[in-house]
């Protein structure tokens, strides 16, 4: 039948708004921002990077690779690597972007940067009130503003961090074990 459709999308409609005055359920919107739902682990907005222990400088994990900035399809993401090495939160000497930008307003959320990223560096974050008053507050995020601690990552994708965690800690595991083998080695056969 013509409009049939029309007909029983009606139906559905009019059953969820009466149905809405006894059951609670049936309320598909709420009163953001007095009322918000629970948050959904897998949901994700804006990229941030993610740094170790307490100093966001020291600990950053990203080492400048440029890997995701020659992935992101938008081309949003502009690094520049550092000349000179630093002691990551691990005490390894590695390199780190002298610059690492973002531009929100391009930014298409596709979480590329995120599967490319060879050292976990790089997380999708779920905030989305960016709202502010200033005209001033930009939205080309630097390397301050993206830090964020990985105590923020387990707290905001707790099923997934665990999951890195696990894979970092045996990968410093087996370097650590590689490295003792190596100075054994060095130091020769004990007299
Ligand atoms: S989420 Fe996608 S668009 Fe945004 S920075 Fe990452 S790769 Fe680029
Ligand atoms: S975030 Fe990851 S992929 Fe991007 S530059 Fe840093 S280490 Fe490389």
Known sequence: MLGEGIVRGMVVTAKNFLGSFVNRDRLTTIQFPEERLPHIEASRNFPFLVYDGDDWQQGMRCVACQ???????????Y?????????????????????????????????????????????????????????????????KKLSKSNEYYRKIHPTEAALVDARLREERARMEAKMSKSSAIKAGPVP
Request: proline share 7%.
């Open 79 to 143: 690094i520049e690597k550092s000349t000179q090495k630093k002691a990551d939160a691990a005490g390894k000497p590695q390199f780190y972007p002298e610059t690492f930008n973002i531009d929100v307003s391009v930014c298409m959320s596709c979480q590329i940067c995120v599967e490319v990223c060879p050292f976990e560096a790089i997380k999708m974050d779920n905030e989305f009130e960016y709202s502010t008053e200033s005209r001033f507050d930009f939205l080309l995020w630097d390397k």
């Open 67 to 77: 890997i995701c900035e020659k992935e992101c399809p938008p081309k949003c993401i």
